[in-house]
């Protein structure tokens, strides 16, 4: 069998976390790789009430193949029987002992070496200082362009005041040694991106400025466009979400056929664009754009960590039409045991299946290991000049 234990891991999205997850319940644990629990609880407006919603959650979490394989290779690794509280209560004692210890721990035993951090939505925002001080890796941001919006609406009424403000917060991101942007913008109005004038923003901006997101397409697309036009021309990456999600996503424009278009303009085609969770399910699709567009990218997260029993079709699936050198690992986990499961899999299923590409004459045994290597690390320093 192909060994890939040597080869070190940039993992291309995951969440921060805070220091308080070093006690998790059962409940929290096997959540994470759960995605019916990991969406439904992650959402900014409540899906449903807690009293409601909570006999579904634990029947997602029972009956989930990656919650049972999280179980499983956990008590493996803790040394301890298989049952959830054996295993939970092994893990806190590992945790609360020495937290970074633990975390570093997990993540020697898969080779984690970097993590590119997505701050995601939540207030106040975890900064990489604070990551660092439990968390043993190389980090980078990856500044969440929506949270700007969603603050600066809040606090300003006036176009060309609001405007101003959210060209710094770029700038301040830049400063601050953000290696890409991040638009969740499938999550507010869609993919479907138009490129519109400020001046049209501006009547968007005054008219929607209180209302549900849905109703702020023409302000989001236009403040996406600007914010790709600032990238490239200072030379960071656009991590777009182009992928299924929480419950308010706008699940009919969240295919990343939808970016196509945008993507494909003469305006944004010098833009460098990693799809982010390689569009799925639809990972054929984001494979094969990446394939055409030659500054498009894909990362594999989210369905590695949500969609762990299935991780081998999804690798055959970008595999077969993208250029191995345009794709990226991640997982999209928020504590250390979610990275770590996911990396583990990963790596099990990719030397599979590079085995079976071996047998079938695409590559010698040297290239696949290679393959890998690129797709683990490799492709993030290039990439990132990391």
């Known amino acids: 069998m192909i060994d890939l234990s040597g080869i070190p891991v940039i993992d291309n999205h995951v969440h921060p976390w805070r220091e308080t997850t070093r006690h998790l319940t059962i409940d929290e644990l096997r959540g994470h790789p759960a995605f019916s629990d990991a969406v439904l609880t992650s959402v900014r407006r409540p899906y449903l009430p807690v009293d409601q919603l909570e006999p579904s959650l634990k029947l997602f979490r029972d009956t989930n193949l990656g919650a049972r394989y999280l179980l499983g290779e956990l008590a493996r690794f803790l040394d301890v029987d298989e049952d ?11 945790a609360e002992a020495d937290y970074r210890a633990w975390t570093d721990r997990l993540f020697k035993d898969v080779g984690i070496d ?37 603050d600066l609406l809040l606090e300003t009424d006036n176009w060309p005041r609001f405007f101003e403000r959210y060209q ?12 890409a942007f991040k638009s969740v913008i499938a999550y507010r ?9 400020e001046d049209e923003a501006r009547r968007n901006f005054e008219s929607n400025r209180q209302d549900l997101e849905h109703a702020q397409k023409g302000l989001r697309d236009f403040l996406l466009c600007h914010t790709m036009d600032v990238a490239r021309e200072r030379g960071m990456w656009m991590h777009i979400h182009a992928a299924v999600g929480d419950p308010d996503i706008v699940y009919q424009r969240a295919n990343p056929a939808q970016l196509y278009p945008l993507l494909h303009s003469e305006r944004f085609r ?3 664009v990693v799809l982010i969770h390689g569009g799925w399910p639809w990972v054929d699709e984001a494979a094969a754009i990446a394939s055409i ?8 997260s989210e369905g590695t960590l949500f969609g762990m029993p299935n991780v081998r079709q999804r690798i ?20 250390p045991e979610a ?48």
């Open 168 to 179: 710094r917060e770029l700038e301040a991101a830049i400063a601050d040694g953000a290696i």
């Open 270 to 272: 010098a833009n460098r």
């Open 339 to 386: 990275l770590w499961i996911t990396a583990r899999r990963y790596k099990a299923v990719l030397a599979r299946v590079l085995e079976d590409l071996v047998a079938e004459g695409f590559c010698n045994r040297r290239e696949a290991v290679q393959v890998a290597r690129l797709i683990l690390h490799d492709n993030a320093v290039r990439m990132y000049s990391l």
């Open 114 to 150: 970097g993590l590119l951090v997505d701050e995601g939505g939540g207030k106040p925002r975890i900064t990489l200082d604070e990551l660092g001080k439990h968390v043993p890796a190389r980090l980078w941001r990856v500044a969440r362009t929506d949270n700007f919006i969603r």
């Open 84 to 94: 959830w509280r054996t295993v939970v209560d092994a893990r806190n004692s590992a």
């Open 293 to 300: 567009l030659p500054n498009v990218y894909v990362d594999v």
């Open 189 to 197: 109005t869609g993919l479907d991106v138009q490129p519109v004038s």
């Open 316 to 335: 055959m699936e970008v595999l077969e039409a993208c250029p191995y050198s345009k794709i990226l690992y991640g997982a999209d986990g928020s504590i």
